[in-house]
Structures are given as C-alpha cells and as structure tokens.
C-alpha cells in the first residue's frame, strides 16, 4: 500500500510546524503514512498519500494540522463501500471537490 496515491495535488491537508510539539501522535494515528518525525517536529512525506480522513487533525492538541475530512477521496471510498458502490466524490459538476 506504499504506493497508494488518490488523486495528484488535491489534498486539503495543511501542516503549521511552528505550531508542532512532537507528540508522534499524527504518525500514529495516519493510515497512510503521510508523516515522518525531523527532528523533534513531524514532517509531511507526501502530501498526495493523504485521504483526508481527519485522524491527524483531530488528535493534533495544538492544531497544527488540519483537513477537510470527509471530502474528496476518502468520503467517497467510505460512502461506496456502504453503498456497496464504486467510490464516487461526484466532482463531475464542475466544482472540484477533490
């Protein structure tokens, strides 16, 4: 799954590291390894592997980061499989929502 990227530049995840304390936590808690430690701060790897789940953001006590979780890749990965349907973020009406 290292390879796994949903669509190129469309991520909404932002990152303030002046912001970070190192806790490690968005590490923990991210499902596709978007963050690494330098140093005594985390780093974004690769903004492109972000499914804007929103686990980073909500375990981020400083608020470092932040997502708009349940748009673009994920949501649709999440509501097709409830669905049990092709993920779908319906950017098809102009607006781009992922």
């Known amino acids: 799954m290292d390879t796994q990227i949903y669509l190129k530049n469309v991520a909404t995840l932002e990152y303030d590291p002046s912001l970070c304390i190192g806790c490690r936590l968005c590490i923990e808690v991210c499902p596709h390894n978007v963050f690494k430690m330098a140093g005594k701060k985390a780093e ?11 686990a980073c953001m909500l375990n981020c006590v400083p608020g470092a980061l932040t997502v708009k979780q349940g748009v673009g890749c994920a949501a649709a990965v999440i509501s097709g499989f409830l669905k049990g349907t092709e993920p ?9 929502c992922c």
Not at 88 to 96: E, K, L, Q, V, Y
């Open 88 to 96: 779908n973020c319906d950017c098809s009406g102009g607006d781009a």
């Open 44 to 54: 974004i790897i690769d903004r492109d592997k972000c499914m804007e789940c929103g």
